[in-house]
Structures are given as structure tokens and as C-alpha cells.
Nanobody
């Protein structure tokens, strides 16, 4: 059982930055790969970024590559998503997830946070 709690969402102007955090419970956080996904109204949930438990492997969706950075602090049981140069099309509910490997496939993750709203105004 893993519980994930996201924070850091909010309203930001286009071109601005935002940092999302996801705090995890449990005693084996470093063993989990972590991912970020997002879902806009009327659209499918899409992959954003993922990171392996040992921090050696990172993956990004093409739409955010060069703008977003995923990282983790295993001592704090927390994963982050630094979002720079935000665009209106980044507006969505952002979810963090935990699984056995850093995959882009939603259903391969075992645990999910509640989501946090990110709104980017033009």
C-alpha cells in the first residue's frame, strides 16, 4: 500500500514556472519508479515524465521535453516536476503514480495520487 499526495498546482501565466510535488508514504519509496501524467477535460490521460527508483533513468513526453524536469528526493519520499516555459496547452489535472518501472503506460502503474490542477493563462 502506497499513498501519494500531490501539491503545488495553481494558476500561472504563459511563460511562467511551477513546481509540483508528490509525497509518498511507505518504507520502500526508492524501489518504485515514479511517473507524472496529466489529463485535460475531454481528453485522454497522457504521459508526461517518469523516473526510475535509482534516478538513473528519466523519460519525457515530446511535448514537454526541454521544458519540464522530473526529479526525486528519496530521503524525503518525494518526487518533483519542475515546469518551465508553461503554455496554455499544459493546462490539465496532473497526477503522480508509482510502479515497478518507469513506463509511459498508465495501466502499468499501481498507485495514484488525487491529482492537482494546473492552469496556464494566456
Amino acid at each position: 500500500q502506497v499513498q501519494l499526495v500531490e501539491s503545488g498546482g495553481g494558476l500561472v501565466q504563459a511563460g511562467g514556472s511551477l513546481r509540483l510535488s508528490c509525497a509518498a508514504s511507505g518504507h520502500t519509496f526508492s524501489n518504485y519508479a515514479m511517473g507524472w501524467f496529466r489529463q485535460a477535460p475531454g481528453k485522454e490521460r497522457e504521459f508526461v515524465a517518469a523516473i526510475s527508483g535509482n534516478r538513473l533513468f528519466k523519460y519525457y513526453a515530446d511535448s514537454v521535453k526541454g521544458r519540464f524536469t522530473i526529479s526525486r528526493d528519496n530521503a524525503k519520499n518525494t518526487v518533483y516536476l519542475q515546469m518551465n516555459s508553461l503554455k496554455p496547452e499544459d493546462t490539465a489535472v496532473y497526477y503522480c503514480a508509482a510502479g515497478s518501472r518507469p513506463t509511459s503506460v498508465t495501466r502499468e502503474y499501481d498507485y495514484w495520487g488525487q491529482g492537482t490542477q494546473v492552469t496556464v493563462s494566456s
